[in-house]
């Protein structure tokens, strides 16, 4: 499967952004689906996922409440919704593909696939 993350823009903090990953060469039901975030000088870190028939997910606390992950995988597209963005939301936007178990989706290390980024910047 190869992923494409769009959607990533510059909003002001309070703002909203949406984004979008895309599969294509294999059905995206078959994984969980997560997105990752990476900052100048931090190391890459969880956002959220949502499993394979969407039925649940799982947040980093600092986005739960502000950050929604959903799913259709009749389109092999997952969306990260995102509210009340703060400057520290200010990061490359990943999303990844995980054939592995639902216990282990906050975990970068167990991800196959990975889609390209999209820069998301938030201005005070």
């Known amino acids: 499967v190869q992923l494409q993350a769009s959607g990533g823009g510059l909003v002001q903090a309070g703002g909203s952004l949406r984004l979008s990953c895309a599969a294509s060469g294999q059905a995206s039901s078959g994984y969980n689906m997560g997105w990752f975030r990476q900052a100048p000088g931090r190391e890459r870190e969880f956002v959220g996922a949502?499993?394979?028939?969407?039925?649940?997910?799982n947040y980093a606390d600092s986005v739960k409440g502000r950050f929604t992950i959903s799913r259709v995988n009749m389109k092999n597209t997952v969306y990260l919704q995102m509210n009340s963005l703060e400057p520290e939301d200010t990061a490359v936007y990943y999303c990844a593909a995980d054939q592995g178990p639902w216990n282990r989706a906050s975990v970068p290390s167990e991800y196959d696939v990975w889609g390209q980024g999209t820069q998301v910047t938030v201005s005070s």
């Open positions: 949502i499993r394979r028939s969407g039925s649940a997910t």
